[in-house]
């Protein structure tokens, strides 16, 4: 989701702050460096005092195996830099595991969770759906598996996840690395090598050649260009399980917050520092120290949440109820639906009405926020009823009570707060103007 947000507003007012930061460190542009504290050789007082910053924390995480030195490049780094929590869930038992880490917005205090998906295949072998950063303690964490890794899956051409398959192929380097087609990044299409990724594999739509083609298939989205670059996710569905995984389509906001995410993530969130002030309305917003507490942890993770979906929601001093109409049921986020799939709704209809047509699911399994998800082909038509209006189908095209049921519930779940979006409109608005991202297409089929 978040390299949505960078591919799609370049010129935003939220990235440029980001810019700035990246500036300073423009040797990191677009990838990463290997031992960096180590080959550092301060030459002057100030870098005296970053290679100290970076060894005092290296010490106090390398015991617990979380330490790992992310400065990823263009056009924001992702957080958090020095010290990433893995928790490890069963999601099906003996079968599939979920492994989360907490992913920070460049320099802000906006996060959420990052997932990677790990399925065992009848060969004993695992399957990694969406690698996240390679600390000691995620890799011991599969280790403890027992199992071999046979095959590594890059399932999107976003730089949130692309960024970390070079590194964990390393750890397993008898892997094959799959990825999704038409791969490339901006400001700079370079290639899979320079992200360290080489001798890849293409992941085709409806490929029954992958070696894992009995267990796990596969449907790509390769849109149109929705702006600089295309649109690119592979769906797969687990057979065994029926378990959907999906990397940024469609969320399921928790009502609580991920576990991985630090309670210094959340009370840095619950803080009203400028963008809540922006926000507030005209309303006082006290200026006061945070208490640590379920409460201002609760409100620090609903802020982060109207952050990741608007970028600019209506009111960050009182989010309850924004949030209360955004959580809990499956969705498409705001900024996916928006910048990305009303510009082409009939590649997106077609992607998943084969994906409902095909796959019997009773879960899914998404990249980010509550996993695993109990929800039926049904729900998941529902979370796309958008599309209908889009393309001129609507319920009268389909008049079984059923799925006049699903349109209704679309609908629902499609609602999001006006207010709310009054920011992310204005942004597709202007993006439009410049030539950056299409029109949103209305009232007929492409």
């Not at 917005?105 to 950063?133: C, E």
């Not at 290639?191 to 790509?220: C, H, Y």
Request: hydrophobic share 40%.
């Amino acid at each position: 989701m978040v390299a949505v947000i960078a591919v799609c507003h370049p010129k935003s007012d939220f990235l440029q702050s980001s810019l700035s930061c990246i500036n300073q460190t423009s040797s990191f542009l677009g990838g990463f460096l290997k031992d960096f504290s180590l080959q550092l050789k301060p030459r002057s007082r100030k870098k005296d005092f970053i290679t100290l910053v970076v060894a005092s924390a290296s010490n106090s995480s390398t015991s617990n195996g979380r330490f790992y030195l992310n400065f990823t490049g263009f056009p924001f780094p992702l957080g958090p830099f020095l010290n990433r929590c893995t928790i490890r869930t069963e999601a099906v038992k003996g079968c599939i595991w979920l492994f989360e880490q907490e992913q920070a917005l460049g320099f802000s205090s906006v996060s959420t969770n990052i997932r990677m998906t790990v399925i065992k295949l009848k060969s004993g072998g695992l399957w990694i759906h969406a690698p996240i950063a390679p600390t000691k303690e995620c890799i011991q964490l599969v280790k403890e598996l027992e199992a071999p890794v046979e095959y590594i899956v890059l399932p999107t051409f976003a730089y949130e996840h692309k960024i970390f398959v070079g590194p964990f192929s390393r750890k397993f380097p008898r892997a094959q690395i799959w990825v999704a087609p038409r791969q490339w990044s901006w400001p700079l299409n370079l290639p899979l090598e320079f992200f360290g990724i080489f001798r890849a594999k293409t992941l085709n739509d409806e490929d029954m050649s992958t070696p894992w083609a009995d267990e796990i298939k596969q449907k790509v989205l390769s849109s149109p260009e929705v702006g600089i670059g295309p649109y690119v996710e592979v769906a797969f569905y687990h057979k065994r399980s029926r378990t959907l995984l999906i990397t940024d389509a469609v969320i399921y906001v928790p009502r609580q917050p991920p576990e991985c995410i630090s309670k210094e993530s959340l009370l840095a969130s619950a803080e009203n520092g400028l963008a809540v002030k922006l926000l507030s309305k005209g309303k006082y917003v006290p200026d006061e120290p945070v208490v640590d507490n379920n409460m201002n942890r609760q409100k620090g993770w609903e802020r982060m949440v109207l952050q990741i979906l608007f970028l600019g929601p209506s009111n960050l001093l009182e989010p309850n109820e924004s949030f209360a109409q955004m959580s809990q049921k499956l969705i498409v986020s705001p900024i996916v639906k928006t910048l990305v799939f009303n510009k082409v709704p009939g590649k997106v209809r077609d992607w998943i009405d084969r994906i409902v047509k095909d796959w019997p699911f009773k879960r899914i399994i998404p990249a980010h926020f509550a996993a695993p998800i109990n929800a039926s082909r049904g729900d998941f038509l529902a979370a796309f009823s958008f599309l209908d209006e889009l393309l001129g189908e609507r319920f009268a095209t389909r008049p079984s009570l059923s799925l006049l049921f699903t349109y209704l519930m679309g609908k629902a779940a499609s609602y999001f707060p006006p207010d709310d979006m009054k920011t992310l409109s204005s942004l597709d608005q202007f993006l439009v103007s410049a030539g950056v991202v299409k029109k949103t297409v209305s009232g007929k089929k492409q």
